[in-house]
């Protein structure tokens, strides 16, 4: 899923699409800007896949490797439940904890059989709730689409801490792939904090990317 996102996302950074009405089509064109925005969307998400922080969810496709245990490397997708099932250990759930704690619990598990058992885990894919906030925030994060709720932009963005004291405020963009279209949505988050302008603050899609610009003041 993150190759096809990658390959989306450079189409897009080449394509022209219509918006929801009300909002502003902002369709990137063939610039040096554009090439910068796609290394870095690209190398933050990167990033992200391998942070000890991120919580698993349900839909994540993790990769686990047992050091010097080579016949246990496994590639597995998170159940509905949370689980997974992985040798030695059977079914266990990992839903809900960050990287390093699922880590730590599959290693409590392996040293009944192993003698101590090194894990590593690495996220190949998010689950399909998943947006990404990136840019000038003050920690970029793939977080997931809380169960049965919506999550604006500026919600999305409050919940990681908010802007850089560079952050460009105004120019937020939304990174969105809708029905094979691709999209880029600008959104003013100073017309919504400072003039209540609530109906700027579009509801977000899974996949979407929130992404920050710097000031160029």
Not at 44 to 65: E, W
């Amino acid at each position: 899923m993150i190759k096809h996102f990658y390959i989306l996302l450079f189409v897009f950074l080449f394509s022209c699409a219509s918006i929801p009405k009300g909002l502003e089509n902002k369709s990137l064109r063939p610039s040096d800007d554009n090439e910068i925005l796609t290394k870095q969307v690209a190398s933050n998400i990167a990033q992200l896949k391998s942070s000890s922080d991120y919580i698993l969810q349900s839909g994540d496709l993790v990769d686990i490797k047992v050091f010097m245990e080579t016949g246990m490397d496994r590639t597995l997708r998170i159940s509905g439940s949370g689980t997974i099932t992985f040798p030695l250990i059977g079914n266990i759930k990992i839903a809900e904890k960050s990287v390093s704690q699922a880590e730590e619990i599959l290693s409590n598990e392996l040293k009944k059989f192993l003698k101590n058992p090194q894990v590593s885990l690495l996220i190949k894919e998010y689950g399909n709730t998943t947006i990404y906030i990136l840019g000038e925030v003050k920690t970029p994060s793939a977080i997931p689409i809380p169960p049965g709720k919506s999550l604006t932009v500026l919600e999305a963005i409050s919940s990681v801490g908010g802007f850089t004291p560079v952050a460009s405020t105004s120019k937020v963009k939304v990174l969105r792939m809708e029905n094979g279209i691709q999209k880029s949505i600008e959104v003013d988050i100073s017309q919504i904090t400072k003039q209540g302008k609530k109906s700027l603050d579009i509801p977000l899609m899974p996949n979407d990317v929130v992404f920050v610009p710097q000031s160029i003041f």
